[in-house]
Structure formats: structure tokens, C-alpha cells
């Protein structure tokens, strides 16, 4: 038996590779393919993983990456095995050592021998557990902490699976239990991210902000500084126990909470994956997709995910809804206009394909058939998400929230707004109050909230949400606006705009001015340029490390955008713009750009992160060559955010909420 941690280089062959990758090779060929040695060669084994590490799995890898193993669940009733081996990938549970130890002693082992991983480090009192049981220990080729829990929901993000830290967090504070442990497993997952990659970060976090020195600060306040602190424990006990672990930084970390932008979350966000996420029902990444019958009859079902495998959507998912049906409106009639088959079976005009159509082409062109396949399903989903855009009137809606943020609306524009459209929905008017009451506080003090709730026509319960929004907010930074803001009600606040205005040439997209206070946050971070202040350093980096002054700058291109001047999106390029950071740039770029790249940098949010958020940090990496890597607690859409927000407890709101 050897009992160790994992000791692999994140490299695997030296070109780099970006997060998601490395999470992939170090389950597959760091645990699957290591079990493969000495007397136990043979292809079949069986994996064995809880439900934690099921997802870790799935989200990380194929179910084709794993076709040799033979999958089950620990706490499933299993046929015994004897003559094969089996890989146990677990959390370092009670639970789950007591049914590892109960299929692997006495005299009839489930299995031959056991090759065991853990996500996370074991504890003594569990290892101690192990040992006593002798005929266990001989049946034990490996027992090894992979460290390794968290959820690669992206290739440049991961979630810890903390579904309820909103409502753990922000909750009542009477009661901070929940609160504190849900951060000590968000700290100990976020940890095995630097475990996994081999990385040892400089500590930035969000400083807990008084409004003077008779303020008490609250645990809310402090969420950022506490986890920092556990991530910080997490890393000096793997910096004494994984081999060649760094010793000194090798990457920068950012930790922020929700409060750092609570319009994010509410803003209707104008990419394709947003949209998608927004106004489609989907259950996660699924999407049921109507295709035709190979019968003739009408159309069936199918399900099919929009992930990272889908060239289409790689392509097109940070894009502005109009780009991305501009692009696949092109494709389509490229693709047409290229076979003559397909001129023949179809129309001529991709915007007229119908189903029928499109069956014929596959039967024309069956070498095509997994083009023409990816192709109408996003040609019927973008026609799907614009059909809704125009129902339900969200363009105007989706002008009137951007205009807000910028301060080029107010109070009188919202209540005209809601006085004269009635076919907009109850959740976007609640939306739009909610944003409202982000950035005019004392506009729902008492009665005038109850009124705008009434001229809105929403039900009490919608109320809630907004109320509890000031759960979430931190104190107002006096000394200049960052975009951060507070729901404190400060009756004396002038700028009324929750960002900063930014003149942009050649915009081509309408409703693509916003942009989540990340990017703002990242920018300076990378130039050197973050206060210290409202966000210190936990731990003093060393002075080799390159995060201030000189040295930040060989880390970036040398025409640094001007924090006043606002930044031209992604889809306000022209078309034919090779800026870095467009799809298809990005495509054609990918393995060269990862070559060059520059440190890391890590941008943990607590509470939730939003999808500009993760658009956002996926066009950073290529403007300032370093992958940036986003985690959280979990990804939100604005609809389970709001419903998160309405379950929060909130007491009715005190004069000591009120600040005069």
C-alpha cells in the first residue's frame, strides 16, 4: 500500500494547457490510467464514486473518456467482482470509508484489489479508521489524496457546489453556524484548485468596509476576508504535505462576495448563452430539440447539451444574440450555397429552411449530416430566443435597464415604463425594480416601495426580494465609486449612475454598453493597479513575485485601456476584426495565444457568479495574455437568483438601516 499525495507536473508534456484541461488529465491519466501498472494491466476495472464525485467526474471528462471502468455508486448495492480491481474515487467521508471497508475485508472482498482516491485530505482519525482493519490494508494497491473538488463547469471555471450559500450567508445573522460552514467547504474545494494546478497564489480580498469607526462590522461584511483565511490554512497545510508544491507565487487570487455587483445577476445579459439561459427552458446545459422524424411522422424530441463539444456554440455563445444569428444565418447559407445538393432539397435562403427541408438535406448529404445537425439546432434556438425578445418586448425593456445603470434614466422613466407596458412580465418588471432599488435605495423606503410594487401590479412576496437585497449589500465606499454600491439608504447620493460611462467607437450591437464590475476589478488587478485597501493582500507576495509595477507590465499589451473610457464589447467589433477576442479569433488563436500566456489569475465571487461574468473573464484572457479562471459557489441565471433572494430571511427594515 502507498499512501501519499498526487504528485504530477499540471503540464503532462510541457505545452500548456488551460484549467479545464489539466482537471481532465489529472483524473484520467493521473488516477484512471496510473492503475494500470504491475499485476493489474488488465483494460476492465471498476470506478466506484459518490454522488460528489460522480459530478466532479462528469463535468471534468466524457462518459467516452471512461470506457473502460465500469461506473457505480459507493452507496448502491453491488455484485461482487473478486477477480477485477476496483478505483474508488470519494470524498474523505466517514460514510464513505465505513462502505469502502465493508466491500474490501473479511474473506470475501467485493473486489481483488482497491485503488483508492480521495478529493480532498483525509483526516488522521480516518486514516487510523483504515489501518486497523489488516486484511484491508493488503488488499490496497494505492490510497492517495488527489485533491481535486470542484466542478470544471467551464474551461475556464469551476463551482464548489454551495447551491444555498446565498441563503447560508446572507441570511438571518443571528445564526452564523451554517454560514461558517459553508465557507469551510467553499475554502477547502477552492484549495484543491491551487492543489490541482500546482499553484500557490497572492491573496487579494475584498476588505470589509465600516461606515465609521462606531459601526460594527457584521459577518456578512467579513465573508470575503473569512474565506480568504481558510483558503490561506488550506494552502500551508498542502504547501508541507504535496510534493514540489511552490514555494513562492505563482498566480494572483481575487476573492469578492455578491455584493460587489448585485446588478449582474438581474441585468438581462444580451450574449447567446445568456439569452439561452434567460428566456429557453433548460434544465442546466440541456435543451430538448425538435428533429424530424425518421418516419415521416411528426417531429420528435431529443435531447442535446450545449457544452464545449459543440463547435457551433463554442463559437458563438459569448456573441450578441443579433451577431450570433447573423453568423449562423451565414453559415447556413454558405453551407447552401456550396452543395448543390442542398440547393436542390432546400430553399435557397437559409432563413426559409424549414424541418422538412432539412431532413431531405441529411438524406442528400449524409457525410454532412453532423454539420447540418449542429447547424439547425442553433439556427432553431436563436430563432427560438429572437421570437421571444419580440414578444414579450424586451428590447425597450432591455434599453431602459442599461440606461439606469449608466444614470441615462431615472425614476420618472421607470414609472412611464411601467404605466404604459402591460405586456411586459411580473419577473421583468420585478427585474427592473430590483435594479432600480440598486441604485436609488431610498426610493423604496416605506410606502414608496409598497407604491411601486402596486403601479407594478407585483404581489407582496415580489417585495421580498427587493428587501432582502440590502442582505447583500456592503457599506458605500465614500471615498470613490469603484461600481460597487450599497442598499445602506443614503438620501445625499449624487451619482446615481452604478457605472462608469465609457466612449466606445464604432459600436455595432444595440444593448451592449454593460459590463460587470469584474472586468473593471481584473484590469487593475493585472496592471498593478487595485487598491490596497479595498482589496489587501493576505499574504506579502515575494519580491520575485510579478504583481506590482515593472514587471506587471510585461504581462500585458502595451495600449492599457483607460479606466474612464469605456471598452468596446466582443460583438461592437466589425466583423472582420482580429482584436483577440472575438469567437472566431479566439478559435483561430486558441493554441498559439496559450503558449504565451502569462500568471494565472483566479477570481473567486461567494454567493454566485453570472454568465457576463464568465463571458467577461474568457475576453480577458486573451486582452491581457493570463487565463483568468472564475469560480464561485455556483453559476446563477436571474430567475433562480430571485428566488434564492425571496427564501432569504429579511426583517422589516429598522431606522438603523438608514443612513442620514
Not at 447556413?332 to 456550396?338: A, K, L, Y
Not at 479569433?585 to 500568471?599: P, Y
Not at 494565472?600 to 495574455?625: M, Q
Request: glycine residues 4%; charged residues 30%.
Amino acid at each position: 500500500m502507498s499512501f501519499s499525495d498526487s504528485d504530477s507536473s499540471s503540464s503532462y508534456g510541457g505545452d500548456y494547457k488551460n484549467f479545464k484541461q489539466i482537471s481532465r488529465d489529472r483524473l484520467l491519466i493521473e488516477m484512471l490510467r496510473s492503475c494500470k501498472t504491475g499485476d493489474s494491466k488488465a483494460t476492465w476495472k471498476v470506478l466506484i464514486m459518490d454522488k460528489l464525485t460522480v459530478k466532479i467526474m462528469s463535468y471534468a471528462c466524457k462518459m467516452a473518456d471512461i470506457t473502460d471502468e465500469v461506473v457505480e455508486d459507493i452507496f448502491r448495492r453491488r455484485q461482487p467482482l473478486p477477480s477485477m480491481d476496483a478505483i474508488y474515487f470519494m470524498q474523505p467521508t466517514k460514510e464513505n470509508v465505513i462502505m469502502f471497508l465493508s466491500d474490501m475485508s473479511g474473506r470475501s472482498p467485493l473486489y481483488r484489489k482497491a485503488f483508492v482516491f480521495f478529493s480532498s485530505p483525509i483526516s488522521r482519525e480516518l486514516v487510523s479508521h483504515i489501518k486497523k482493519d489488516g486484511t484491508v490494508l493488503t488488499r490496497i494497491a494505492k490510497l492517495i489524496e488527489m485533491n481535486l473538488e470542484y466542478f470544471a463547469i467551464d474551461s475556464q471555471a469551476f463551482v464548489t457546489n454551495n447551491e444555498r450559500a446565498l441563503e447560508e450567508l446572507y441570511g438571518d445573522e443571528e445564526d452564523s453556524r451554517k454560514g461558517v460552514a459553508c465557507l469551510n467547504v467553499m475554502a477547502a474545494r477552492v484549495a484543491t484548485v491551487f492543489a490541482s494546478l500546482r499553484e500557490f497564489p497572492c491573496v487579494r480580498y475584498r476588505a470589509a468596509k465600516s461606515l465609521d469607526a462606531t459601526t460594527m462590522t457584521t459577518f456578512r461584511d467579513l465573508i470575503p476576508t473569512k474565506l480568504a483565511a481558510g483558503i490561506w490554512d488550506c494552502l500551508m497545510k498542502y504547501k508541507n504535505t504535496i510534493k514540489n508544491f511552490p514555494e513562492t507565487e505563482t498566480c494572483e487570487l481575487l476573492i469578492l462576495d455578491r455584493s460587489v455587483d448585485q446588478i449582474a445577476p438581474l441585468i438581462h445579459e444580451w450574449t447567446y448563452d445568456a439569452m439561452c439561459h434567460d428566456l429557453l427552458n433548460m434544465d442546466g446545459n440541456k435543451y430538448m430539440h425538435e428533429v424530424p422524424s425518421k418516419t415521416g411522422g411528426p417531429p420528435e424530441k431529443k435531447e442535446v447539451l450545449l457544452e464545449d463539444h459543440d463547435p457551433v456554440w463554442l463559437e458563438l455563445r459569448h456573441a450578441h444574440i443579433a451577431d450570433a444569428s447573423e453568423r449562423l444565418h451565414e453559415k447556413m447559407t454558405n453551407f447552401v450555397s456550396r452543395n448543390k445538393a442542398a440547393q436542390i432539397h432546400g430553399s435557397r435562403d437559409a432563413r426559409e429552411l424549414s424541418t422538412r427541408d432539412l431532413q431531405k438535406m441529411v438524406q442528400a448529404l449524409p457525410q454532412y449530416s453532423e454539420q447540418i445537425d449542429k447547424l439547425s439546432l442553433h439556427v432553431e434556438i436563436a430563432g427560438k430566443v429572437n421570437r421571444i425578445i419580440r414578444e414579450i418586448g424586451l428590447r425597450e425593456l432591455g434599453q431602459l435597464e442599461q440606461d439606469l445603470v449608466f444614470g441615462d434614466a431615472g425614476m420618472k422613466d421607470v414609472i412611464k415604463f411601467l404605466t404604459t407596458k402591460d405586456d411586459i412580465t411580473g419577473e421583468n418588471k420585478l427585474r427592473l425594480l430590483m435594479i432600480l432599488a440598486a441604485i436609488y435605495p431610498e426610493k423604496f423606503q416605506g410606502e414608496k416601495g409598497l407604491n411601486l410594487m402596486k403601479l407594478a401590479k407585483l404581489p407582496p412576496d415580489d417585495m421580498n426580494a427587493v428587501n432582502n437585497m440590502k442582505l447583500l449589500g456592503g457599506a458605500p465606499d465614500t471615498k470613490k465609486c469603484t461600481g460597487a454600491f450599497s442598499l445602506k439608504f443614503d438620501i445625499h447620493k449624487k451619482k446615481r449612475g452604478a457605472r462608469k460611462e465609457r466612449p466606445s467607437e464604432g459600436e455595432t450591437w444595440q444593448l451592449a454598453r454593460f459590463y460587470p464590475i469584474i472586468e473593471e476589478l481584473v484590469e487593475n488587478l493585472s496592471k498593478g493597479e487595485l487598491s490596497k485597501e479595498e482589496y489587501p493582500c493576505l499574504n506579502d507576495p515575494s519580491p520575485t513575485f510579478p504583481g506590482t509595477s515593472h514587471v506587471a507590465a510585461i504581462n500585458h499589451p502595451p495600449a492599457a485601456h483607460s479606466m474612464r473610457s469605456r471598452r468596446t464589447p466582443t460583438w461592437a467589433r466589425p466583423r472582420n476584426s482580429d482584436d483577440g477576442y472575438s469567437s472566431d479569433s479566439v478559435l483561430r488563436h486558441a493554441s498559439s495565444d496559450f503558449k504565451k500566456m502569462g500568471q494565472r489569475i483566479f477570481v473567486v465571487i461567494v454567493g454566485g457568479a453570472t454568465r457576463s461574468e464568465l463571458r467577461v473573464c474568457h475576453k480577458l484572457t486573451a486582452r491581457l495574455k493570463r487565463e483568468v479562471v472564475l469560480g464561485s459557489s455556483c453559476l446563477e441565471d436571474p430567475a433562480p437568483f430571485i428566488a434564492k433572494l425571496k427564501m432569504m430571511t429579511a426583517h422589516e427594515l429598522s431606522l438603523d438601516d438608514l443612513q442620514i
